[in-house]
């Protein structure tokens, strides 16, 4: 059986002495105790909070706390200001904290298996182009909340709704039927999102200057709906005049765009699980299922043949206007919409899971209410969690697939290995051009996605070079520095570092601090599971690495003449190590041995 973390019952400890005492001293409010970032103490109660109460100076409560909370040789108390700190006994807590990461150097952050089945759905980007650097935050956010959830115990599933059947999916097949590819562009690369863009941004311009191809678009979403809902796939969908379309032509268009998105994901360390269609809710009839009983509904109306709920009572506050607070959920055609689909989708997979996870933009929280209403008249006895986004800039601004006016994933992708790799060559001209070319990707792609997950999701982010690769900063090139040159003292030592430690060797400052940040990092990743906020990981790891050089410049490790600290020290490297990597790889970046 593990050991128990002495972070943790160090800080359980304090805090039931505490409300011990508070009970001693009869105080009726609850005891608020913080964990300082100055380091002048590892605990802190608050205790100006009490004075209302108790009618005392804070400095005479702290004091009257303290003597109630009486001796314990875990720490010592001190009263300053509005404040009752707690300071651990350092050789002590060090000692036995050392022994426990020690003994947990192959784990340490790993969570016990929870059984607990979460579906993460992110990106489900529609299936018209190649992905933009604006919407490239969703699949960053999801797969590494994937990875630190799988990282914490669950059992995690990552899904990609796919959307055959809506208007921009359409646009794309129309054009790639009617437009003569020779007449289009060049396109920037030889990927098929790339080469069908075109199309979709050909035929999106045509849809807007001639009224009579929007309707033969509207008509090809229609009669795929028809033939997918009757499962005939071989069925022609194009009106006449138009070039013939077969039902399941869309899908292979959709594939087809697909497979260059998921190279693109391929590339930033993105994978995904399942690819679900949403045909498929149409194809098994789940969707009318669901149009049937929403007809039921007492919120169900009617206008000008359309069927939709009246959620205007059930929202309050916001815009006025009564229109966008119905779920529409069919045409005045008798055609299902997206948010049917999705709703039909949402059903299914709250019952296949214990827990559901959103990826969303902040521009989908409305659709999002909307959802949880409708799917509250369904009677699903769940909601999905949303976790939203705020968009990803250049400072050149925003972008547009539609407009062509868009700076694609693939672009900055190359883009930041580019210049990682002039940063590297800068600082290594000693390195072959396989190996060169390879810390780039490693550096450049690690730099996107920290900096992607850096901040938290609903803060916006102007993406910067300078910023994203400053190998001093709170960046991945940072954090990857120093695990590489954790390799480096442990590769130079030359053996494995094993066996019992004499721990009391520890007795420099930054030996102390570095061993309480790593035993910090379980707590850290409990959290940030539990609270879904992936944005402490990086935050931890940043700290973290900030250790690690204090300690490597202020502790000689494989200069140590004493062999006894020196391999104590060496024990120290090792968990760094450890948890650098375990950390880097739950943001789905990698750990590079040579920097």
């Known amino acids: 059986m593990d050991q128990e973390n002495p972070l943790i019952s160090y800080e359980e400890a304090f805090e039931n002495s505490v409300r011990k005492a508070f009970d001693i001293l009869g105080f009726r409010a609850a005891p608020i105790i913080e964990k300082p970032r100055s380091g002048q103490s590892d605990l802190c109660l608050v205790v ?34 509005g404040y009752l700190n707690c300071i651990f006994q350092r050789d002590r807590f060090t000692t036995e904290t050392a022994e426990y990461i020690w003994s947990m150097r192959d784990t340490l952050g790993s969570g016990e298996p929870t059984g607990v089945r979460v579906v993460v759905e992110h990106t489900s980007a529609n299936p018209n182009g190649p992905f933009h650097v604006g919407r490239a935050r969703n699949p960053v956010i999801g797969d590494t909340l994937v990875r630190l959830l799988r990282l914490a115990g669950n059992d995690v599933e990552a899904q990609y709704w796919v959307n ?50 929007e309707g033969q678009i509207g008509a090809l979403l229609r009669n795929y709906e028809e033939a997918v809902k009757e499962k005939d796939w071989n069925r022609v969908i194009s009106p006449e005049g138009t ?23 391929a590339r930033m360390g993105v994978s995904l699980d399942s690819f679900l269609y949403e045909s498929r809710v149409v194809e098994d009839h789940s969707l009318w299922d669901v149009i049937e009983e929403l007809k039921k509904s007492p919120l169900c109306r009617e206008e000008d043949g359309a069927l939709f709920l009246d959620l205007s ?22 055609s299902a919409l ?18 559901a996870i959103n990826i969303l933009g902040e521009d989908h929280r409305y659709q999002s209410l909307m959802l949880d209403l409708a799917l509250d008249e369904l009677g699903v006895g769940k909601r999905p969690e949303v976790v939203f986004y705020s968009f990803v800039s250049l400072p050149e601004g925003k972008m547009s697939t539609r407009r062509n006016r868009v ?34 990707h490693i550096v450049g792609i690690g730099a996107l996605r920290f900096n992607m997950v850096r901040v938290q999701p609903e803060k916006k982010i102007v993406f910067r070079w300078e910023e994203a690769l400053n190998f001093e900063g709170a960046t991945a090139p940072f954090v990857q520095y120093s695990h590489a ?15 019992e430690m004499d721990w009391t060797m520890l007795v420099e400052g930054a030996e102390k601090d570095l061993v309480k940040k790593m035993a910090g990092f379980p707590l850290v990743v409990d959290r940030s599971a539990r609270e879904r906020k992936i944005h402490l990981i990086p935050q931890y790891l940043v700290e973290l690495s900030s250790s690690f050089n204090d300690f490597y410049r202020d502790c ?40």
């Not at 005392?56 to 001190?78: C, Y």
């Not at 863009?197 to 849809?207: D, L």
């Not at 049917?340 to 299914?348: G, K, S, V």
Request: charged share 35%.
């Open 338 to 355: 997206y948010t049917t689909r999705d709703l039909a989708y949402h059903r299914w997979k709250l019952e296949d899971c214990d827990i």
């Open 313 to 334: 009572n059930l929202i309050k506050g916001g815009d006025d206007d009564n229109y966008k607070r119905r779920f529409v959920f069919t045409r005045s055609d008798g």
């Open 556 to 595: 000689p490790v494989l200069n140590e003449k004493d062999r006894k600290r020196m391999m104590a020290r060496l024990a120290l490297v090792t968990v760094a190590r450890n948890v650098l990597r375990t950390g880097l790889e739950t943001l789905g970046i990698t750990a590079p041995e040579v920097m």
């Open 243 to 265: 070039g013939e379309v077969r039902a399941f032509e869309i899908k292979e268009a959709c594939m087809g765009v697909l497979l260059g998105m998921v190279d693109s994901l």
């Open 407 to 440: 700076v694609f994933l693939d672009d900055l992708l190359d883009e930041a290995v580019e210049r990682a790799r002039e940063e590297v060559e800068r600082r290594r001209d000693d390195l072959g051009r396989s190996e060169l070319d390879e810390i780039a």
């Open 164 to 213: 055959d059947m809506g208007k921009q999916v359409m646009i794309l097949v129309w054009g790639m039927k009617n437009i003569d590819g020779a007449d289009l562009p060049e396109a920037g690369r030889d990927k098929t999102d790339h080469q069908l863009v075109r199309y979709y941004q050909a035929a999106n311009s045509m849809m807007e200057e001639r009224p009579e191809v």
């Open 485 to 499: 040159r954790a390799c480096s003292i442990l590769r130079n030592h030359g053996s494995r570092v094993e066996g």
């Open 48 to 81: 100006f909070s009490l004075v209302r109460e108790v009618g005392k100076p804070p400095m005479e409560i702290a004091e009257m706390i303290s003597e109630a909370m009486g001796e314990d040789g875990r720490w010592s108390l001190e009263a300053s200001g």
